[in-house]
């Protein structure tokens, strides 16, 4: 019996069908220890030695595999075929060593297989090979060094710029890479031009054709300034005549795209069926687990040998031979520092149709996707009839082109199965996309109509998660394991946010980026980080010793640390403020001081950072107390702000003043300014700028008395809390529908809204339930509830991550999730882990892993079968 240990269950179930009752396969659940997040873990002092961790779920895996281990006739270590596999494989060894499961002749093998097919497993067992101590070193580098930028950044953050959360070394580079697109957006000046063009007809079928040239000098885009300069070329073309001077036809080939990699896979997942790269990522998981496509983590373009045989195959039965090249494509990777250890990401099994397959939806898309893209890039190249026709219109003693442009697809070839149609006039405006009518030199069209059109120059798009990792490939940030890792990382932190699929950088996340262009410039330029990354490659191949790399590394950067200890924080908030100016003082439509106090007219405005973040406040504080919050300020809101911030009038019963005011939450108004004084925030939907008097003493006479109860005698009160506006009556709430109401409401309506909710026992809404599993501890519901998704068993919640659709969630993961709130003292139940392990005995078979049983063995404090990934998960 020989022991196999592979990252995850699900793909420990599938390895297990191939190898039969000679193996026992077991899954170590991802990494089994870490760096402890503290101050030590790396240690540059002692030769950069390393600290590691075994947490309390993995402890339990160990124990597994050492106890499997008895008597075993050798340890197989199948992870993943790349460096974090290799590191993977690497930990297990090394605590298996330390613990003595091991015995002196137990003979140990490293297995890698970029399928988990029965085929792909077979042979890598037949080829065993020792552990490839260059990956790991490779990979002790990266942990090195993002720990180290990490611990050591991130408290000089925490110190200059309260409120800022983290640093890293990859997610700040992509911080800036938005924060910075952000800028160009804020700096750019739109620029008005005109177009002109005519819709003519030939044969009855109508075209359009646009203003080429005038007096013979080509009219470029931006040539035609104003309304009344497009006027007078549209009168002029209105009273011509019309000949085709010149008719151009030129085939064209359209080349299939390659294969997926990592990112391109991210990038068409996003745009063509709306998945975030860290949801692909996922789906590919398993996809990969079961064994239906190849190693989802790669940025190599080529396929196996045995894997473009398949695609021809497949072309020639599916669509023809046709479709199918001569030669077979051969495609070669073009990003910078590619990692070419695998083959591209593609279907096992290419005579496995998507529709065939029983596969939830969002798999299916994925799994459709990789088929199309992987069948496509072996097909033959579309073939397009490119078509430039040349308009002269005849006006005396003036020469003016029109010219009109189309195409006409007359093979589609790769496009007939990844790809799309050619649309019509109402729905593109790429010219070349535009079918023409048959034209000939010396064709007389006829005039429809001429338009002209008001534009104006658009600034450069934002960043979507898509174009972002593809604009990080190019750079050579980065790897293909850790693109999802960073922008989940920057979300997370509050450094950008999605809205729509555009990536928007929050200030918190400017003013970092600010920062860090300001006092540690080199550690988040491109070049460098694209030659860090070199440089670890050099580490993968054996070329350079890692601890020369880091040794290099931090003797530099130790230098640079050690230069901002002693900054002031005025000398920070200096530098910021000309950094950001454009951002947090846009220039003001009169063309004052844009830094000037609106509210005492004498100081200067300048970033003020407190407790909770960034503030602009007034030089002449104390005197004046303007504040905006930096968000208002960006917006150009900061007259409207100041309008407020400051007294809306005096309270006719205390006599005291009544300010509104801007605080970490949002605005609010304030009755007097006592050691304590009274409080309440704008409720929502209530505007800063448009807050009254009248408003403000409404807010501060909350919480209000209705009257009393007619049957308890108990008062009831109205007012607002965290969930909106609510009646109270003896402890017990029931929700008013509107903020309105909570001033108006009478004692006939409260009453009646008590009844209802009492009605219901002042019980909580039902959750509402999505799936329920069946448990050895009872059931487990997965729900939607007031605070989002959660898993139940028994009286034990645990939420359901972000990154998890609770509608996909498997029972592995649901026990993962309530083992881990258990541990974390989450629950008085007992952890399922516990009572597994009394019934069921040390020594695991490769049967017992495929029950749910086996997880609940062993608490998790992560997703099942989810692998940590390298750079930015640093916990700070």
Same mark, same amino acid.
């Given at each position: 019996?020989?022991?196999?240990?592979?990252?995850?269950?699900?793909?420990?179930?599938?390895?297990?069908?191939?190898?039969?009752?000679?193996?026992?396969?077991?899954?170590?659940?991802?990494?089994?220890?870490?760096?402890?997040?503290?101050?030590?873990?790396?240690?540059?002092?002692?030769?950069?030695?390393?600290?590691?961790?075994?947490?309390?779920?993995?402890?339990?895996?160990?124990?597994?595999?050492?106890?499997?281990?008895?008597?075993?006739?050798?340890?197989?270590?199948?992870?993943?075929?790349?460096?974090?596999?290799?590191?993977?494989?690497?930990?297990?060894?090394?605590?298996?060593?330390?613990?003595?499961?091991?015995?002196?002749?137990?003979?140990?093998?490293?297995?890698?297989?970029?399928?988990?097919?029965?085929?792909?497993?077979?042979?890598?067992?037949?080829?065993?090979?020792?552990?490839?101590?260059?990956?790991?070193?490779?990979?002790?580098?990266?942990?090195?060094?993002?720990?180290?930028?990490?611990?050591?950044?991130?408290?000089?953050?925490?110190?200059?710029?309260?409120?800022?959360?983290?640093?890293?070394?990859?997610?700040?580079?992509?911080?800036?890479?938005?924060?910075?697109?952000?800028?160009?957006?804020?700096?750019?000046?739109?620029?008005?031009?005109?177009?002109?063009?005519?819709?003519?007809?030939?044969?009855?079928?109508?075209?359009?054709?646009?203003?080429?040239?005038?007096?013979?000098?080509?009219?470029?885009?931006?040539?035609?300034?104003?309304?009344?300069?497009?006027?007078?070329?549209?009168?002029?073309?209105?009273?011509?005549?019309?000949?085709?001077?010149?008719?151009?036809?030129?085939?064209?080939?359209?080349?299939?795209?390659?294969?997926?990699?990592?990112?391109?896979?991210?990038?068409?997942?996003?745009?063509?069926?709306?998945?975030?790269?860290?949801?692909?990522?996922?789906?590919?998981?398993?996809?990969?687990?079961?064994?239906?496509?190849?190693?989802?983590?790669?940025?190599?373009?080529?396929?196996?040998?045995?894997?473009?045989?398949?695609?021809?195959?497949?072309?020639?039965?599916?669509?023809?031979?046709?479709?199918?090249?001569?030669?077979?494509?051969?495609?070669?990777?073009?990003?910078?520092?590619?990692?070419?250890?695998?083959?591209?990401?593609?279907?096992?099994?290419?005579?496995?149709?998507?529709?065939?397959?029983?596969?939830?939806?969002?798999?299916?898309?994925?799994?459709?996707?990789?088929?199309?893209?992987?069948?496509?890039?072996?097909?033959?190249?579309?073939?397009?009839?490119?078509?430039?026709?040349?308009?002269?219109?005849?006006?005396?003693?003036?020469?003016?082109?029109?010219?009109?442009?189309? =195409?006409?697809?007359?093979?589609?070839?790769?496009?007939?199965?990844?790809?799309?149609?050619?649309?019509?006039?109402?729905?593109?405006?790429?010219?070349?996309?535009?079918?023409?009518?048959?034209?000939?030199?010396?064709?007389?069209?006829?005039?429809?109509?001429?338009?002209?059109?008001?534009?104006?120059?658009?600034?450069?798009?934002?960043?979507?998660?898509?174009?972002?990792?593809?604009?990080?490939?190019?750079?050579?940030?980065?790897?293909?394991?850790?693109?999802?890792?960073?922008?989940?990382?920057?979300?997370?932190?509050?450094?950008?946010?999605?809205?729509?699929?555009?990536?928007?950088?929050?200030?918190?996340?400017?003013?970092?980026?600010?920062?860090?262009?300001?006092?540690?410039?080199?550690?988040?330029?491109?070049?460098?980080?694209?030659?860090?990354?070199?440089?670890?490659?050099?580490?993968?191949?054996?070329?350079?010793?890692?601890?020369?790399?880091?040794?290099?590394?931090?003797?530099?950067?130790?230098?640079?640390?050690?230069?901002?200890?002693?900054?002031?924080?005025?000398?920070?908030?200096?530098?910021?403020?000309?950094?950001?100016?454009?951002?947090?003082?846009?220039?003001?439509?009169?063309?004052?001081?844009?830094?000037?106090?609106?509210?005492?007219?004498?100081?200067?405005?300048?970033?003020?950072?407190?407790?909770?973040?960034?503030?602009?406040?007034? =030089?002449?504080?104390?005197?004046?107390?303007?504040?905006?919050?930096?968000?208002?300020?960006?917006?150009?809101?900061?007259?409207?702000?100041?309008?407020?911030?400051?007294?809306?009038?005096?309270?006719?019963?205390?006599?005291?003043?009544?300010?509104?005011?801007?605080?970490?939450?949002?605005?609010?108004?304030?009755?007097?300014?006592?050691?304590?004084?009274?409080?309440?925030?704008?409720?929502?939907?209530?505007?800063?700028?448009?807050?009254?008097?009248?408003?403000?003493?409404?807010?501060?006479?909350?919480?209000?008395?209705?009257?009393?109860?007619?049957?308890?005698?108990?008062?009831?009160?109205?007012?607002?809390?965290?969930?909106?506006?609510?009646?109270?009556?003896?402890?017990?709430?029931?929700?008013?529908?509107?903020?309105?109401?909570?001033?108006?409401?009478?004692?006939?309506?409260?009453?009646?809204?008590?009844?209802?909710?009492?009605?219901?026992?002042?019980?909580?809404?039902?959750?509402?339930?999505?799936?329920?599993?069946?448990?050895?501890?009872?059931?487990?519901?997965?729900?939607?509830?007031?605070?989002?998704?959660?898993?139940?068993?028994?009286?034990?919640?645990?939420?359901?991550?972000?990154?998890?659709?609770?509608?996909?969630?498997?029972?592995?993961?649901?026990?993962?999730?309530?083992?881990?709130?258990?541990?974390?003292?989450?629950?008085?139940?007992?952890?399922?882990?516990?009572?597994? /392990?009394?019934?069921?005995? /040390?020594?695991?078979?490769?049967?017992?892993?495929?029950?749910?049983?086996?997880?609940?063995?062993?608490?998790?404090?992560?997703?099942?079968?989810?692998?940590?990934?390298?750079?930015?998960?640093?916990?700070?």
């Amino acid at each position: 019996m020989k022991v196999v240990v592979v990252e995850s269950p699900a793909k420990a179930k599938t390895i297990n069908k191939y190898l039969g009752k000679d193996y026992e396969v077991l899954a170590s659940f991802g990494h089994i220890r870490d760096l402890p997040a503290k101050d030590g873990s790396v240690r540059p002092d002692e030769d950069f030695a390393m600290s590691w961790e075994v947490d309390t779920a993995s402890k339990k895996r160990v124990t597994d595999i050492a106890n499997a281990l008895k008597g075993a006739d050798g340890l197989i270590l199948a992870t993943d075929p790349d460096r974090e596999g290799e590191a993977i494989s690497w930990h297990i060894l090394d605590v298996l060593r330390a613990k003595k499961a091991l015995k002196k002749d137990t003979p140990v093998q490293r297995v890698v297989f970029n399928a988990i097919t029965k085929d792909a497993v077979t042979a890598a067992m037949a080829k065993p090979r020792d552990i490839d101590m260059p990956l790991v070193d490779a990979y002790l580098a990266r942990r090195a060094l993002d720990y180290l930028v990490g611990f050591t950044l991130s408290p000089i953050l925490w110190r200059k710029l309260p409120g800022s959360r983290s640093a890293g070394r990859v997610q700040s580079v992509a911080l800036r890479l938005v924060s910075e697109r952000e800028a160009e957006i804020e700096k750019f000046k739109p620029e008005e031009y005109w177009s002109v063009e005519a819709q003519l007809a030939q044969g009855g079928k109508s075209f359009l054709a646009r203003l080429f040239a005038v007096d013979g000098k080509k009219t470029d885009k931006l040539d035609i300034k104003t309304g009344e300069d497009a006027g007078a070329l549209k009168a002029l073309i209105e009273g011509g005549q019309f000949n085709v001077a010149n008719v151009e036809k030129k085939p064209t080939k359209r080349n299939p795209y390659a294969p997926f990699t990592t990112s391109s896979l991210q990038q068409d997942a996003s745009s063509r069926l709306g998945l975030s790269p860290n949801r692909t990522m996922q789906i590919a998981q398993r996809l990969y687990e079961d064994g239906l496509i190849t190693y989802m983590r790669t940025d190599a373009v080529q396929m196996a040998p045995e894997g473009i045989s398949m695609a021809r195959s497949v072309i020639g039965k599916y669509f023809g031979e046709e479709y199918l090249p001569e030669k077979a494509r051969i495609y070669q990777t073009k990003a910078k520092n590619a990692q070419e250890a695998h083959e591209a990401i593609r279907p096992t099994d290419m005579f496995k149709r998507p529709e065939q397959l029983n596969l939830d939806a969002d798999q299916a898309k994925l799994y459709g996707l990789i088929w199309r893209r992987t069948l496509a890039s072996q097909m033959k190249s579309a073939e397009i009839d490119r078509t430039t026709v040349d308009i002269a219109v005849n006006v005396p003693g003036r020469a003016v082109t029109l010219r009109a442009t189309g =195409s006409v697809v007359t093979f589609p070839g790769f496009l007939k199965l990844y790809g799309v149609e050619v649309k019509s006039d109402e729905d593109t405006e790429d010219e070349d996309d535009r079918e023409l009518p048959p034209l000939n030199v010396g064709d007389k069209p006829d005039l429809r109509k001429v338009e002209i059109e008001q534009h104006f120059t658009q600034p450069p798009s934002r960043f979507t998660e898509a174009s972002l990792i593809k604009k990080m490939e190019e750079l050579g940030i980065g790897r293909p394991s850790t693109y999802a890792a960073t922008l989940t990382t920057l979300k997370d932190r509050d450094y950008v946010r999605l809205e729509g699929k555009a990536l928007h950088p929050e200030d918190r996340g400017r003013i970092v980026t600010s920062f860090l262009e300001s006092f540690f410039t080199r550690y988040v330029e491109y070049g460098f980080t694209a030659g860090l990354e070199e440089k670890l490659d050099q580490v993968s191949a054996g070329e350079l010793d890692y601890k020369v790399l880091l040794r290099d590394f931090w003797k530099d950067f130790t230098q640079a640390t050690e230069e901002i200890k002693d900054l002031r924080v005025s000398e920070v908030l200096d530098a910021l403020n000309d950094l950001l100016e454009d951002h947090i003082f846009p220039p003001k439509a009169d063309g004052s001081d844009r830094r000037r106090c609106p509210t005492c007219g004498t100081g200067t405005l300048s970033l003020k950072l407190g407790k909770f973040g960034a503030l602009i406040g007034c =030089s002449n504080y104390p005197e004046c107390k303007h504040t905006t919050q930096l968000s208002d300020a960006a917006n150009g809101n900061s007259s409207q702000a100041a309008a407020g911030d400051g007294v809306l009038g005096t309270d006719p019963e205390t006599g005291e003043e009544v300010h509104l005011k801007s605080g970490r939450f949002g605005p609010y108004v304030q009755l007097g300014d006592g050691k304590e004084p009274k409080r309440s925030s704008l409720p929502k939907g209530w505007e800063a700028a448009t807050l009254t008097l009248e408003k403000a003493l409404q807010l501060l006479s909350l919480p209000r008395e209705v009257g009393l109860h007619p049957e308890s005698g108990l008062p009831i009160s109205a007012g607002l809390g965290r969930y909106g506006p609510f009646i109270l009556h003896d402890g017990k709430y029931a929700n008013l529908p509107d903020v309105e109401e909570v001033f108006t409401v009478g004692i006939n309506r409260a009453v009646d809204l008590i009844a209802q909710k009492a009605a219901g026992g002042f019980q909580r809404a039902s959750a509402s339930a999505i799936k329920t599993f069946d448990y050895d501890d009872g059931p487990i519901k997965i729900a939607n509830g007031r605070f989002g998704p959660y898993a139940q068993l028994g009286k034990v919640y645990a939420n359901i991550p972000k990154d998890i659709k609770p509608e996909d969630i498997t029972l592995e993961q649901a026990v993962a999730l309530i083992t881990a709130k258990i541990e974390a003292g989450g629950g008085k139940k007992k952890a399922p882990a516990k009572k597994a /392990a009394a019934k069921k005995p /040390a020594a695991k078979t490769a049967a017992a892993a495929k029950k749910p049983a086996a997880v609940k063995k062993a608490p998790v404090k992560k997703a099942a079968a989810k692998k940590i990934v390298d750079s930015e998960d640093v916990p700070f």
